[in-house]
């Protein structure tokens, strides 16, 4: 696919429009300043933060939680998503169970990841990767609860006949466009999750956010929120980018 | 010539919600080495059920089915389905090895087998596309590609034209002719249309009744290609059509 001119440009005219809006309401005396501080202060905000190393080191704290949770969270998402999604037994075993754990709130989990985990990267990966898990694994029970099960009696025609064989023969290669679908949608969550899992004191972005809105220093608040938001959108461009190479069978 | 499949006192019964439906009973049948055996019955009679006994993909209640067992890097029976039912996440090239990574061949002697295979079905050009990017009667050929690449003893064909247009379906059926006469390919073929079958068939087994059971066996001996219009084969059409409304109305 040829994306047209217009379809480039338009993304970028939009992002430029809104940045320039967001100028002009502090500037013009709508909103305080310090309320809402405009972007033409960021660079300063954002120049002091590199300077002290500070911003440099918040990025790698929060990448290394970001992928290691998000790694265990997509992992047991699959995993679990591919066992209750087979057998019959274990959606039924699990569907209660699924219904008290799945409404509990990210934050909610902070006390336990504190007591079993103490103050430090290991609670942060923790928590999101719960923020992720339940994500992947509804996404991965509903594909693969959805594979053909003509194509499975393919599989058994030719003689694939244990769950290993059909797992990797049919069930994983037929279910990947739902379970990316899911996994997409963690990689967003998860930095949601980023900043609950560091507000209570483990070094990443979120909690130089956190301690920035302590002093109620908004522009380094926003400095920080878009340094999230730049992550999120690389991330998320390379996994599309991925996405559509992995699924390039589908018509 | 050699039995490949023996099929003693058949029956199959189907249990599903505490009800039992009896689908075949008492099905004697021997196919031979080299053979182009054609079923014909009405829909639901239990054509489609009696290959996946011999697939082996259905347990038989009563009776037993013997299948000659193969030889290393080979099948007793292939597959070819309704719908092509290749696997879209596949290439064709890769579609068609798809039985042979079952069989533990050299990944080499895999690629051999399955560009020879698809070569036979005229197709050797497309062994890099998708599935998406072929037509009906492509997507059908890489299916019967998919099932002689695995050599099978006896090739189950369960109405694998009846999807496709009327001239696809001629020029697919004279392909399996040449293609398995040439190899002596033992074929068991399942279709509810009775002009196919005279045309391809060595024999001809009417299945009737509910449960279903063989009515009638007719021989055709013209030797292939053959015309389509030749009286011969409209007579045998013929009387394969009398022995489906009588077992009609005996049934009805
Ligand atoms: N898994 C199953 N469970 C219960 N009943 C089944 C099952 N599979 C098939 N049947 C029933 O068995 C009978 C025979 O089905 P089958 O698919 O073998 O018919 P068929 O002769 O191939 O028909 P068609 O020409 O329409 O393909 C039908 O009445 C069908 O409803
Ligand atoms: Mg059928």
Redesign the pocket.
């Given at each position: 696919m040829r994306a047209h001119p217009a379809a480039t440009l338009l993304p970028l005219l939009g992002l430029a429009a809104f940045f320039l809006l967001w100028e002009a309401v502090p500037l013009s005396g709508l909103v305080n300043p310090a309320f809402l501080p405009p972007p033409s202060v960021l660079p300063a905000a954002f120049l002091r933060e590199w300077h002290s190393g500070q911003w440099m080191a918040a990025i790698g704290g929060s990448l290394g939680h970001y992928v290691l949770g998000l790694a265990i969270g997509v992992g047991l998402g699959i995993a679990a998503g591919t066992v209750t999604g087979l057998f019959r037994t274990a959606e039924g075993l699990t569907a209660w169970v699924v219904r008290v754990l799945r409404p509990v709130p990210g934050l909610a989990w902070v006390p336990f990841a504190i007591i079993w985990f103490g103050v430090n990267p290991s609670a942060a990966v923790f928590i999101i990767a719960i923020g992720v898990f339940w994500i992947v694994y509804f996404a991965s029970h509903g594909a693969i609860r959805g594979v053909d099960r003509d194509l499975l009696e393919l599989a058994d025609a030719f003689g694939f006949r244990s769950a290993p064989e059909r797992l990797i023969k049919v069930v994983w290669p037929a279910a990947m466009p739902g379970i990316l679908v899911g996994v997409r949608t963690a990689l967003g969550q998860a930095w949601m999750a980023v900043v609950a899992a560091e507000i209570f004191g483990v070094p990443g972005l979120g909690q130089r956010m956190m301690q920035a809105s302590t002093l109620l220093a908004t522009d380094i608040v926003v400095v920080y929120m878009l340094t999230m938001a730049l992550l999120y959108g690389l991330i998320d461009a390379a996994f599309t980018a991925l996405q559509a190479r992995v699924l390039q069978w589908r018509a | 010539m050699a039995g490949l499949i023996g099929i003693r006192g058949l029956a199959l019964t189907?249990t599903?919600d505490g009800t039992q439906?009896k689908?075949l009973d008492g099905l004697d049948l021997d196919i031979a080495s080299g053979e182009f055996l054609a079923i014909v019955?009405?829909?639901?009679?239990?054509?489609?059920?009696?290959l996946r006994v011999i697939a082996g993909l259905v347990r038989p209640s009563e009776g037993t089915v013997t299948v000659s067992p193969p030889e290393p890097g080979r099948r007793s029976v292939a597959l070819v389905f309704?719908d092509a039912r290749l696997l879209p996440w596949r290439r064709i090239l890769d579609n068609v090895a798809f039985g042979l990574e079952k069989l533990k061949l050299p990944r080499a002697e895999r690629k051999r087998r399955a560009q020879a295979a698809l070569a036979r079905v005229g197709l050797a050009d497309l062994a890099g596309r998708w599935p998406f990017q072929l037509s009906g009667g492509q997507r059908q050929r890489v299916a019967l590609a998919r099932a002689l690449a695995v050599e099978p003893h006896v090739l189950l064909m369960?109405?694998p034209f009846s999807a496709l247009d009327a001239l696809t379906r001629e020029a697919l059926q004279d392909e399996l002719v040449r293609l398995c006469r040439a190899a002596g390919q033992t074929v068991l073929f399942?279709t509810?249309d009775i002009e196919e079958a005279v045309y391809l068939a060595d024999r001809v087994v009417v299945l009737a009744g509910a449960p279903?059971s063989i009515r009638a066996t007719h021989t055709l001996d013209a030797p292939h290609p053959r015309d389509r219009t030749a009286p011969a084969l409209q007579e045998t059409a013929q009387r394969i059509r009398a022995d489906l409304t009588l077992t009609d109305r005996v049934a009805g």
């Amino acid at each position: 696919m040829r994306a047209h001119p217009a379809a480039t440009l338009l993304p970028l005219l939009g992002l430029a429009a809104f940045f320039l809006l967001w100028e002009a309401v502090p500037l013009s005396g709508l909103v305080n300043p310090a309320f809402l501080p405009p972007p033409s202060v960021l660079p300063a905000a954002f120049l002091r933060e590199w300077h002290s190393g500070q911003w440099m080191a918040a990025i790698g704290g929060s990448l290394g939680h970001y992928v290691l949770g998000l790694a265990i969270g997509v992992g047991l998402g699959i995993a679990a998503g591919t066992v209750t999604g087979l057998f019959r037994t274990a959606e039924g075993l699990t569907a209660w169970v699924v219904r008290v754990l799945r409404p509990v709130p990210g934050l909610a989990w902070v006390p336990f990841a504190i007591i079993w985990f103490g103050v430090n990267p290991s609670a942060a990966v923790f928590i999101i990767a719960i923020g992720v898990f339940w994500i992947v694994y509804f996404a991965s029970h509903g594909a693969i609860r959805g594979v053909d099960r003509d194509l499975l009696e393919l599989a058994d025609a030719f003689g694939f006949r244990s769950a290993p064989e059909r797992l990797i023969k049919v069930v994983w290669p037929a279910a990947m466009p739902g379970i990316l679908v899911g996994v997409r949608t963690a990689l967003g969550q998860a930095w949601m999750a980023v900043v609950a899992a560091e507000i209570f004191g483990v070094p990443g972005l979120g909690q130089r956010m956190m301690q920035a809105s302590t002093l109620l220093a908004t522009d380094i608040v926003v400095v920080y929120m878009l340094t999230m938001a730049l992550l999120y959108g690389l991330i998320d461009a390379a996994f599309t980018a991925l996405q559509a190479r992995v699924l390039q069978w589908r018509a | 010539m050699a039995g490949l499949i023996g099929i003693r006192g058949l029956a199959l019964t189907f249990t599903r919600d505490g009800t039992q439906t009896k689908v075949l009973d008492g099905l004697d049948l021997d196919i031979a080495s080299g053979e182009f055996l054609a079923i014909v019955g009405a829909s639901g009679v239990g054509k489609s059920t009696l290959l996946r006994v011999i697939a082996g993909l259905v347990r038989p209640s009563e009776g037993t089915v013997t299948v000659s067992p193969p030889e290393p890097g080979r099948r007793s029976v292939a597959l070819v389905f309704q719908d092509a039912r290749l696997l879209p996440w596949r290439r064709i090239l890769d579609n068609v090895a798809f039985g042979l990574e079952k069989l533990k061949l050299p990944r080499a002697e895999r690629k051999r087998r399955a560009q020879a295979a698809l070569a036979r079905v005229g197709l050797a050009d497309l062994a890099g596309r998708w599935p998406f990017q072929l037509s009906g009667g492509q997507r059908q050929r890489v299916a019967l590609a998919r099932a002689l690449a695995v050599e099978p003893h006896v090739l189950l064909m369960d109405e694998p034209f009846s999807a496709l247009d009327a001239l696809t379906r001629e020029a697919l059926q004279d392909e399996l002719v040449r293609l398995c006469r040439a190899a002596g390919q033992t074929v068991l073929f399942v279709t509810h249309d009775i002009e196919e079958a005279v045309y391809l068939a060595d024999r001809v087994v009417v299945l009737a009744g509910a449960p279903g059971s063989i009515r009638a066996t007719h021989t055709l001996d013209a030797p292939h290609p053959r015309d389509r219009t030749a009286p011969a084969l409209q007579e045998t059409a013929q009387r394969i059509r009398a022995d489906l409304t009588l077992t009609d109305r005996v049934a009805g």
